[in-house]
């Protein structure tokens, strides 16, 4: 028996949003593509789209990536028009506390679900985000390389003292997002010990912001990256990234990698052109090197591999609660 709708639900179908979306994971890092349904920003700077994203539209964000639909892991990203049309395509990248500068394993991701479209084939791309050009590279064999905005480390050798853990000493570098880096813990890099990684890390990021300990302009340090030794001998080291939130970062993160690579590079560890292959807390790798830019910067390219595992359209219906996701 069909049972038709009353017409106040008729007149809620009829004002349902629809999100088109195409999910895809980097090393096991989720990435939520907006292909459809996003908000109309406007043609200005990338800088400035995401900025009136932030102050008009922070209800899809929060929709999108937040529960029930989504998860604090996930990381959202809005394919937009590039204000130069000899560029791919605009992207902003955020997940479920903000919005981000640049993210490493979600540009791989974005490239991926472009070539899933048929949107873009083998070759050069150019994504405009709000903190510069990212350039990228699809292979015939699916792997990415991104070109990533360029990296420095900012503070090095800073001392903190972390209640319930004392004195930690690390970097404090850029790679599209501002990280804190030290490998001054006795914790195993292993995904079986993440909840105690992953107090260890909020740990010290409470202390950094007490000691309005920052990057270049008093801008927040939202990432902790712990550093230590490789599980394979063929790499190079192993990392455990906390991003903003309370969830870890399940690839080898890519501005995170790009914000190691500078502080190598400063201690004169890692040359021009030399690969450095980064693990995961899950062992995945992306493979990582760089050139040198003007004032000390370097220009990283990361290498990696993205997955589309779905495509969906969201729906959000004025009469559900939680519509527009559950924030705390």
Not at 72 to 90: C, I, M
Not at 144 to 169: C, D, K
Request: include cysteine.
């Amino acid at each position: 028996m069909v049972e038709f709708l009353g017409r106040q639900s008729i007149r809620s179908c009829l004002r349902v949003q629809r999100i088109s979306v195409v999910d895809s994971h980097t090393g096991g890092e989720p990435t939520r593509v907006i292909i459809g349904g996003g908000p109309d920003l406007g043609r200005g700077p990338m800088a400035e789209r995401r900025d009136r994203f932030r102050a008009e539209f922070d209800h899809i964000r929060t929709a999108v990536v937040n529960e029930p639909r989504g998860s604090e892991v996930l990381v959202g990203a809005l394919l937009s028009e590039p204000t130069d049309p000899a560029n791919t395509a605009g992207v902003i990248f955020f997940n479920t506390t903000n919005f981000l500068g640049m993210c490493g394993h979600g540009a791989i991701g974005v490239i991926e679900t472009l070539s899933h479209l048929g949107r873009i084939g083998v070759g050069q791309h150019r994504l405009e985000t709000p903190v510069g050009l990212v350039l990228a590279e699809l292979t015939q064999d699916g792997e990415v390389a991104i070109q990533n905005v360029p990296s420095f480390r900012a503070l090095a050798e800073v001392s903190v003292e972390v209640p319930g853990y004392g004195t930690v000493i690390g970097d404090v570098a850029w790679g599209g997002n501002w990280f804190f880096l030290t490998g001054d813990n006795d914790l195993d890099l292993d995904v079986e010990n993440t909840d105690a990684l992953t107090q260890f890390t909020q740990a010290v990021r409470s202390a950094l912001e007490r000691d309005e300990v920052t990057g270049s302009n008093g801008e927040w340090i939202d990432h902790i990256e712990l550093f230590g030794s490789p599980s394979s001998d063929e790499n190079s080291g192993r990392n455990f990234v906390l991003c903003p939130g309370t969830e870890y970062d399940r690839s080898p993160c890519g501005t995170g990698t790009s914000a190691k690579m500078a502080c190598l590079a400063a201690d004169g560890k890692l040359e021009p052109g030399e690969l450095w292959r980064q693990e995961g807390i899950l062992g995945s790798v992306f493979v990582g090197s760089f050139a040198w830019g003007p004032g000390g910067n370097i220009h990283p390219t990361i290498r990696g591999r993205a997955w589309v595992t779905g495509e969906s359209v969201l729906l959000l219906n004025p009469e559900d609660p939680f519509a527009r996701g559950i924030t705390r």
